[in-house]
């Protein structure tokens, strides 16, 4: 199978056409769509039809605004585990992060990077799945649905200072403009959503770290599934499962990946990493968010990252961070 998109997606769809009084299950036909897949959250569509799918719906409906009509439909259920992990986060630049990170779990035929600089973060969706250009309904249910994400996380109404869009000017300018509350430009470069980034820093009421890491786990082992995980990130995972256990035997993680020693070395150098670089960096992100949880004492934080002895991680973490734990809890 090729790039493909979840079915909660296409359910979405079929929920705008029918509350418009239309055969949904009719139109998924004509789009080479069986219908009965939308009952499995856990199934999926090819890029392919479900862009068929955007073009017949938007062209029956004949509403310019049909990609907002979709967003708005926007369920945590719509990105599977990573909505929850999302809500879960402890700000939503995380959970903005947690999205980049697993954003082929939603569709293997697009792309999120978010960049910050300076005083804003900027996030951008970019996919080459199909040979033509999306259907522009799709890229806006797409950039919309994050904000719908990032309103209901944070339970305040976050407006971009700036959205643009690849595709022509269209008919939804106004309705878009209306629905971001800021400007949007068409004929842009990239399809990117500009935040001030002191709006993403805040705590969200609604992280939960116990969660967050269970919502991972089942991301991981999803994108697992997919085959388009990225190495860094499963070996990442495989070594959250076993820091506690303080095995952090680089041949165990290989076996566990199904790869031999050898060939997940030579495969981390062409990324740019090692394993013992990855060991550090893991282990420096979950110390970052275990000592924002307060009822985690700075000996028990230790053991959960591997470490036999609270001073060998106090100096790890300055060695990391330049600061010792306890300045980091809250």
């Known amino acids: 199978m090729g790039p493909s998109s979840l079915s909660s997606w296409a359910l979405l769809i079929h929920r705008a056409l029918v509350a418009r009084g239309l055969d ?29 799918l955007w073009a017949l719906a938007v062209a ?31 700000t939503l630049r995380e959970a903005l992060l947690h999205a980049v990170r697993y954003s082929h779990v939603v569709s293997t035929g697009a792309r999120l990077e978010l960049r910050q600089d300076d005083s804003v973060v900027t996030v951008t969706l970019s996919g080459s799945a199909i040979r033509r250009e999306p259907v522009p309904a799709s ?13 209901q996380a944070s339970g305040q109404q976050i407006n971009p200072l700036r959205v643009t869009l690849t595709q022509s000017q269209c008919d939804c300018k ?37 969660l967050l890491r269970a919502n991972e786990q089942v991301l991981a082992q999803y994108a697992a599934r997919l085959g388009h995980t990225d190495l860094v990130v499963l070996v990442q995972y495989s070594l959250t ?24 070395q030579r495969k981390l150098k062409e990324k740019g990493t090692t394993f013992r670089t990855l060991v550090d960096q893991t282990r420096c992100e979950l110390a970052r968010e ?41």
């Open 139 to 151: 890229v806006e249910a797409g950039v919309a649905s994050l904000v719908i994400l990032c309103r």
């Open 290 to 330: 275990y000592l924002q949880d307060s009822m985690l004492a700075v000996a028990e934080i230790a053991y959960l990252l591997g470490f036999a002895e609270v001073s060998s991680f106090s100096r790890a973490y300055r060695r990391w961070t330049g600061h010792a734990p306890r300045e980091g809890k809250q």
């Open 60 to 90: 029956t409906t004949r509403e310019p605004c049909f990609g907002l009509e979709v967003a708005r439909l926007w369920h945590p259920t719509t990105f599977h585990a990573l909505g929850y992990s999302a809500l879960a986060s402890e």
């Open 174 to 210: 106004e309705g878009l403009e209306a629905f971001f509350h800021c400007p949007v430009e068409f004929g842009a470069t990239d399809n990117c959503l500009v935040f001030r980034a002191s709006e993403l820093h805040a705590r969200l009421p609604t992280a939960n770290r116990v």
């Open 241 to 264: 499962q076993l820091l506690p256990s303080g095995q952090l035997d680089e041949a165990i993680v290989a076996r566990s990946l199904n790869l031999s020693l050898r060939s997940m």
């Open 24 to 52: 949904g299950d009719a139109m998924f036909r004509r789009a080479g769509m069986d219908p009965a897949n939308m009952a499995d959250p856990n199934s999926r569509y090819p890029t392919s039809a479900m862009q068929r």
